[in-house]
């Protein structure tokens, strides 16, 4: 068996039952990822309204959940859902979790990996760069609505999981392009990012099961991806 052929089959397969039922179940394990993980980048574990989604992750078996977790290897999967679990062990309104959260998303305090695409594509780090702008513009083009005010950048990695799934659902079409221009450019860097800096395991799993899925979801679409240049 080749190096190739050993990847493929780590990796979690997401069961078809013809061609067109293939696309269809692998746009609704899309979209469920990016439901599953949008809330806990774009939501406070306690002032938000996750509190049920952090609740089920408490809930979870690491094992049975990774054997259904789709686009990864069983075995990464595993490791990060382990690692999100006992991030919970001590509750949701735990305040070490709690203050992660904001410390990694909200500050005031300097980010240590701002959520932001255009802080590492951008030449000067900032929001609101051209890549944010250029996502805007796609999105208009292909008649897809913003879901937030004018002053918050539509390039946070929350927002754009929970677009990565409206997009599998409504727009099938438009997903390909979606990640090969937008999401994929710069998420594996941020995440990487992520990772690192995160000090508590709920976050250092999720960076790293959020990666690990992305990247599944690249290969199982055979995405082509120029990657920019990073400046952060």
Not at 65 to 82: C, K, M, N, Y
Not at 138 to 165: F, S, V, Y
């Amino acid at each position: 068996m080749t190096e190739e052929s050993k990847e493929e089959c780590g990796r979690r397969a997401v069961p078809v039952d013809d061609a067109g039922g293939a696309q269809d179940a692998v746009f609704d394990a899309v979209a469920f990822v990016g439901e599953a993980l949008a809330p806990f980048f774009l939501q406070d574990p306690v002032k938000g309204d996750a509190g049920a989604a952090f609740e089920a992750v408490a809930a979870l078996d690491p094992a049975a959940a990774a054997a259904e977790w789709p686009f990864v290897g069983e075995d990464e999967a595993r490791a990060a859902l382990s690692l999100m679990v006992e991030g919970l062990a001590a509750g949701v309104d735990d305040d070490a979790l709690v203050w992660e959260y904001r410390r990694l998303f909200v500050g005031p305090g300097r980010k240590p990996a701002p959520p932001w695409g255009s802080v590492y594509t951008d030449r000067e780090c900032v929001v609101f760069g051209a890549s944010t702008l250029e996502l805007r513009a796609w999105m208009r083009a292909h008649g897809i609505a913003r879901t937030t005010d004018e002053k918050t950048p539509e390039d946070h990695i929350g927002l754009m999981l929970a677009l990565m799934a409206w997009i599998a659902r409504n727009q099938p079409a438009d997903l390909d392009d979606y990640l090969r221009l937008h999401l994929l450019t710069w998420a594996g860097h941020y995440l990487d990012e992520l990772e690192e800096a995160a000090e508590h395991p709920f976050y250092k799993g999720l960076a790293r099961l959020t990666r690990v899925t992305l990247e599944g979801i690249r290969a199982e679409r055979g995405l082509d991806v120029a990657y920019p240049r990073f400046y952060r």
